[in-house]
Structure formats: structure tokens, C-alpha cells
């Protein structure tokens, strides 16, 4: 390739003009990358120092002696791969925990030890370059150790550094005063990070474990102490703490429900209650994606069933064809009218394979369709009811509303008034199934005999019959009552509010 003939060229003009030269600095570049500066400091300075000079000459348009000294450089190149490959050899255990050490930070972090480390280094290597074999060896144990040292300092300083200093800003908080027993823990899981990796440095994830522990006590200990001085500030008392933590307990509920939690009894039932409510919300969150989730699959299996219909008619209509085709070379010097039978037949066989196509791809289309319509109307009737209200369930094409906001006083089966706006939204779900058969479910709490519950609930469901058909005059064709007693519960009867939320009313509509 030729060069410039005047002026003196740029490094970028020399590698795009010059082949030998460019394939030296991919290769010196390559070498630096592989830490051949490392492991054959003198080799790869003798290497680099031969692209420089190449590189001059070439930039001073001295064109056979810069490709001279690139072949040159790239015989030394060569060299030094081979130089570096067994150097590694030998050093490969160090060059490891070199890397580990690197990889934490140590390079940085303490660069002036991992300076002197890497003289040592150098100083192995180049007794290796010099065939000095034994020399060599005799280093490579204590840098093994030095490089394992300032991995394990720099894994310490890293997972330390964040811990210490919430512990530290846990202690300016006031956490020794306010806080001990959780600072105390703070610490303790700071000194097991720290003593994991004295044992074995390769346990970095369990230090981390434990100091990310740390971390979170501490800040858990930096907030007890200043929700403590704010209690201190405004010179609560004990009634003034109790009640404050009622009003937290009743604001997390406030999103699931307006009623108050039940203060009148021990905090283990105002406990209870929570849970129950967390609990219900959990079910109602898995029962809806559940079923958005079989709808969706039904959908899918349905328009695969199409897609495979539709390819194996696609197949019986292809050997209809072949068949025909076979008749008509068997037939081919016979009359007329054999031939015009055969091609009537086979068309026959086409029309009627159509027709059982489009039935079926219309029947499998209106099945998608009316899972769509039932997703639909469920959506409708879920959007209807807040969460305290009912929860609404679904199964197929068929829907049962759970009213778990519907109360009944206890051993009473009267709709109270405040029952009503629950029940219109009822009347309004049970339209868009005008054909449906309803089936209303009345349940009890454990209070009293399985008998007389099974009784009351039996007269509960029944009331709610009534105002269905007298009050909202929804046909009574279409509904149906039964009592099943206390044996279905969905709360805990342990509480007041859990015996509440089972003295309720299920209303399944079968579509």
C-alpha cells in the first residue's frame, strides 16, 4: 500500500496507510488487555517501543525502514504471546487473587500498597523472562498473600463503610439512650460480616447478608429514637401512646374499610381483625388474577382449537384433491362423463369440507366470544362493589358476589336498613344476567348450636329472597335459597369482627 509523499502524516493516517503497522498496535493493544505489560514488562516494552519507532518512520515518510521495524515488532509480538502464555502458567494462581482483589476495589482503595504488590509482580516476571525460574517461584507465595490481603481489606471496606455509618448516625440519633437493645443488634451483625470473611473471604454474600442487617437495624434504631423524642415532645402519657397507635392501626385499615377496629377489646383480637382483613385482601387479589388468568388460558385454548381445525380441514382438503387427482389419471381415457362424475364428487367432497370448516371456525368464534362477553360482565359487576363491600368471584360463565359488607345482628335474620344500598347494587349485577339462575347463600358465625345456625341462615337467605323479588321485583323463577350454617366461614370467629364478616350472604348466579 502506498503512503503520503510530503508532509508528515498523522498516527491515524500512518495505520490507515501503513498494514504491518496497524496489525502491531491491534496487537500491542490486544497484549496490554491480556496484562502482558505484566506478566512480560520487558518483552512488551521491547514490543512497544518497536511500534513507536515504526510509527515515527512512517510519519517522516521513511516507508521501507518503518515496515522493517514492524516486521520486527510483530516477530517480538509474537514473542511475547508465547512469553505470556507461560508466564500465566506459572502465575495464574496469583494473577486470580490479583483480579479478586482488583474486582473489590483494592487497586484504589489502597493504591499505594496494590502499587508496591504489583512491583513485586514485575519483579517475578521478569526473573521468568530471564529463564530465572526458581527466583520466581520463591515470590509467588508471598503475593499470593499480599494480593489476598488487600482483597480481604478491600471487601471489609466496602461492606463496612455503609454499616459504620449508620451505626454512627443511629448513635448521634440517640439510639444508645432511646434505642439500646436494637442498636445493639445493629452492631453485632456488623462485627459477623466482618468475622465471615476473616473466616473465608469467599462468603462475600453472607457479609453481605449480615451487613446489610446492620444497616437496617440501625435505621431501624435511628427511628425509634426519634419517634421517642417526639413522644417526649409532646408530653404524652400512657393513654396518649395507646391511642396513638390505635389511630396508625386504624389508618392502615382505612383503605380496606371504614369501620373501626374493635379498641372495646384486648389487642390481641385488634391484631386478629388486621390480619383477617390482610388476609382477605390477599385472597380477593389471587381469586381475581386466578381468574383473569383461567380466562385468558380458556381464550388462548379456544383459538388454538381454531387454528387446528382450520389446518387439519387445510389437510383433508389437500388428499381430496390428490385423490381426485389419482382418479383422474386412472380415468383419463375413459368417457366424458366419467370424468364429469369424478370432478362433481370431488367437488362434493370440497363444498362439504368447507361447510363443516366455517361451522366449526363459527362456533369455536362465538365460544371466544361469549368468554369475552363473561369476562366482560364480571369486570362490570367486580367494579361495583368496594372492598368492604362484597368480593366477587368467578368461575366460567357463572359469578357469586361474596357480601361481606351485609350484616346481620346476631341470631337476627331482619334486613337492617343499612342493608340496602348493598342490596340495590345486587339487583343492578343480577340484570345483566337476565336469564340467570340465582342461588342466595346464608351464612352464620359459630355462635349457638350447628342446628340453629343452620336454621338462621336458612331464614336469612331467605329474607334476602324476599326483597329480591318484592322490593326490586326481580322474578322469583329465577331464585333460589339455602342455609349453610356456620361450616363455611371466611373469617376467624375467635373476634367480634371475624364473627361479623361470617354472618354474611352469598349470591351465585349460574349463566
Known sequence: MGCAATGSLTRGDVLRQYDAVAELNSGVDEARFRQSDLLASEQFQKTKDSLETAVKYARNAEKDKANKTAARGLEELNALNQMVTANRRVMEEVMTTRSRAQEQGASNLFATDFGKADMAFRKATRFLEQNRLREAEDLRPELIRVYADLELRAL??????????????????GADDYAPKTLEMAVQELKLA?????????????SNAHASKAMWLARRAQEIA????????????????????QRQLQQIRQPATSKILPFDRSNAEVVATLRDDVA????STQDLHKATKLSQAHIQDLEKQMTAQAFSRRQELATILRDHETQLTAIRS?????????????????????????????????????ERQAEA?????????GPEEADVLRQGANVMIRLKGFQFSSGESRIESENFSLLNKVLWALNIFPQGKVTVSGHTDSSGSPQDNLALSSKRAISVVDFLTTVGGYSAAQLTSEGRGEQEPIAT????????????IDVWIAN
Open 156 to 173: 471489609k471496606e466496602g461492606l463496612a463503610a455503609a454499616a459504620v455509618e449508620s451505626v454512627s448516625l443511629a448513635r448521634l440519633a
Open 493 to 504: 370467629n375467635e373476634t367480634s369482627e371475624g364473627r361479623a364478616t361470617n354472618r354474611r
Open 226 to 245: 426519634a419517634t421517642a423524642k417526639w413522644f417526649d415532645d409532646q408530653e404524652f402519657t400512657d393513654e396518649d401512646l395507646v391511642l396513638w397507635h
Open 334 to 370: 375413459g368417457s366424458q362423463s366419467q370424468i364429469q362424475q369424478a370432478n362433481t364428487a370431488a367437488a362434493q367432497q370440497v363444498a362439504e369440507l368447507q361447510k363443516k370448516l366455517s361451522s366449526e371456525t363459527a362456533e369455536l368464534e362465538a365460544s371466544v366470544q361469549r
Open 377 to 385: 360482565r364480571y369486570e362490570e359487576i367486580r367494579k361495583m362493589f
Open 280 to 283: 382477605s385482601l390477599v385472597k
Open 194 to 206: 466482618t468475622s465471615v470473611l476473616d473466616a473465608d473471604r469467599t462468603r462475600v454474600d453472607k
